[in-house]
């Protein structure tokens, strides 16, 4: 299975025969990408606290900018100057961009949604800036992003029916919008939304009417707000169940371990999330056995490294050309000098980064759900009756119980 637009080659290389996960790659203008895949998030064209050398030498071959941030600082006179986002930070490989709607859900208070677009007050100077479908992708088309996503209309999704169902037929209308306006199709993509909160006849409505539009990826957006997870997997089920299989599907601003290897299963190839990189600059480790709080008294004399499975310099003894970070250090270290977060952040992002590699290698292989099954039970230190509801429930929709066995 494969498509083929000006910027985008996609191909499915393997498919799990149990359950809806696959392997694939995208060929974009930057280099390839292969998926499944996380997408670090450098809102400001920066990941806090990682250089882009660093990112590169993970093995990150996809990262998020954020356009209404980027439009607001260094702005787009600036970036028209220096010829984009990938020069502004040295960044080789490919970018995909926010087109700013997101914003509408964070800056609620600071924002004003009519049918030409959302008018926000600039959370800096209180200036205000309107952000049109036709300004969003004139934006991101400046930034030169390899993926962009269309403005949509974003209320959370326990928002009422009447109000959903307003945005998401605004999120069709907007896309119409902003394919008119799109002007770098030979290097650029636009990706649609699909919308409609919790409402399965909604999102239903939403997947058939978005793929009229023939876009090259498809993305599911307003599910990253806290929803309960047994509704969450099941209008990701939904969506996976109609949308093209020849075409990239993008789950927006998902990125806990345990969310990204269901929603693998459920049929997802792409996610973002700033959780990686904010929870390390609290002090917490992502490790195969769970997350450690590395603030706990316990690992002040710990002299192992954070995850001994993990390939990141942080981990790496110093013989194997690594850092030989251990735990210690990091107590001592993190919540108190900015070289704690850094280290975390870079031990975090190769964890997410592996984790999506070795899902895929186990897709090809054909043995998608016993690394699940392994996953979880390591994840929860070998205590099945730990494992949440929701991802019991929703595993069992694409035939894995992990419960058996």
């Not at 209320?155 to 919008?177: F, G, K, N, Q």
């Not at 990686?276 to 002090?283: E, L, N, Q």
């Not at 270290?333 to 280290?343: F, R, Y």
């Not at 997410?352 to 292989?365: E, F, N, T």
Request: contains cysteine; hydrophobic residues 35%; neutral net charge.
């Amino acid at each position: 299975m494969s498509s083929s637009y000006p910027a985008l080659n996609y191909k499915v290389i393997a498919k799990c025969s149990t359950t809806r996960a696959r392997a694939s790659i995208l060929e974009l203008p930057h280099g390839p990408v292969e998926a499944p895949v996380f997408m670090p998030v450098g809102t400001q064209a920066s990941l806090k606290g990682v250089l882009p050398e660093q990112l590169d030498k993970m093995g990150c071959q996809i990262m998020l900018n954020n356009t209404y941030h980027l439009g607001l600082k260094p702005g787009k006179e600036i970036l028209d100057t220096i010829g984009g986002a990938h020069k502004l930070q040295s960044w080789k490989r490919n970018l995909l961009t926010d087109s700013g709607g997101f914003q509408m859900v964070s800056l609620l208070k600071l924002a004003t949604i009519t049918e030409e677009g959302v008018t926000f007050l600039s959370p800096r100077d209180g200036t205000p800036m309107l952000l049109t479908p036709e300004h969003s992708i004139d934006l991101q088309n400046t930034i030169g992003s390899d993926i962009m996503m269309q403005l949509d209309d974003v209320v959370h999704s326990l928002t009422e029916d009447v109000r959903m169902e307003e945005a998401m037929y605004r999120s069709i209308r907007w896309l119409d919008r902003c394919q008119a306006a799109q002007k770098n199709m030979e290097s650029q993509n636009l990706f649609c939304i699909i919308q409609g909160g919790l409402n399965k006849r909604l999102r239903e409505i939403c997947c058939t009417e978005m793929m009229k539009r023939d876009t090259p990826g498809i993305a599911i957006g307003g599910l990253s707000g806290g929803e309960e997870k047994t509704s969450f997997c099941e209008i990701v089920h939904t969506c996976t169940g109609i949308l093209p299989e020849n075409k990239p599907r993008y789950l927006m601003g998902v990125g806990y371990a345990e969310d990204l290897v269901v929603c693998v299963a459920l049929g997802m190839d792409m996610f973002d999330c700033v959780y990686p990189t904010r929870t390390a600059r609290f002090g917490n480790a992502l490790t195969r056995n769970g997350t450690l709080n590395l603030r706990n008294r316990r690992f002040k004399t710990d002299l192992s490294p954070l995850d001994e499975e993990c390939q990141c310099p942080c981990c790496l003894p110093k013989e194997k050309g690594g850092w030989g970070v251990t735990r210690a250090f990091m107590s001592s270290l993190v919540s108190k000098e900015t070289v704690g977060a850094h280290l975390v952040t870079i031990h975090n992002t190769q964890f997410q980064l592996q984790l999506m590699r070795d899902m895929r290698s186990s897709i090809i292989k054909d043995c998608f759900p016993q690394f699940v099954k392994d996953f979880f039970l390591k994840w929860h230190n070998g205590n099945r009756s730990t494992y949440p509801e929701w991802a019991v429930r929703a595993l069992r929709l694409v035939n894995i119980d992990l419960l058996e066995g």
